[in-house]
């Protein structure tokens, strides 16, 4: 029993069965709010994508500000999803590998989400360069409605630099945070 579904130059709509959706008084009333959509919906995408160079030498962690994302938590009560994808280069000129972290932080860099750890090893020991993908995610509930800023951060632990978007800025980077329903 299909029946077709109206929408009126007034904005009124005919033929839609309330059942099929979970808040019929907001759609009755013309709004619908992130409160009337079921858990698991999308509430709100922000991302930051760049492909902008950047190389890193320090042993403490360093803010790679071209992929920070500001989000508002609309409710306490849902999820916040971040990823990034990168392409990366970590480098070692003499020795036998390198490394570094990447970490996520919702709070300056206080604390981190979620560390990933790269890594090259040249077993000839004459040194290497590693051109990959790096990616890495946090999932977390908001715990409240207050604003806040997604950063990467990088540190090398061995090696002589971690590159982002090696290449000439040929290459491409992003970061996104979704906010999910709970």
């Not at 579904?5 to 619908?32: H, M, P, Q």
């Not at 992130?34 to 698991?40: D, E, V």
């Not at 920070?68 to 970590?90: A, C, G, K």
Request: hydrophobic share 35%; charged share 10%; aromatic share 8%.
């Amino acid at each position: 029993n299909l029946m077709p579904v109206t929408i009126n130059g007034s904005g009124s709509i005919v033929g839609l069965a309330a059942g099929g959706i979970s808040d019929a008084g907001a759609i009755a009333s013309g709004v619908i709010t992130s409160s009337a959509l079921p858990t698991g919906s999308v509430i709100q995408v922000k991302h930051a994508q760049t492909k902008s160079n950047s190389t890193q030498g320090s042993s403490s962690y360093v803010n790679f500000g071209a992929l920070d994302v500001s989000i508002t938590p609309t409710s306490s009560s849902n999820l916040l999803v971040f990823q990034y994808t990168m392409i990366v280069r970590v480098r070692e000129n003499s020795s036998h590998g390198a490394f570094a972290w990447i970490a996520i932080s919702d709070d300056g860099g206080s604390s981190y989400l979620a560390e990933n750890y790269h890594r090259n090893y040249d077993y000839g020991g004459s040194g290497c360069d590693l051109d990959s993908s790096a990616c890495g995610y946090a999932i977390k509930t908001a715990g409240s409605t207050s604003a806040r800023t997604y950063k990467i951060y990088v540190k090398l632990g061995d090696g002589d630099s971690y590159e982002i978007n090696p290449a000439g800025n040929q290459n491409n980077s992003v970061a996104t945070v979704m906010e999910i329903a709970a």
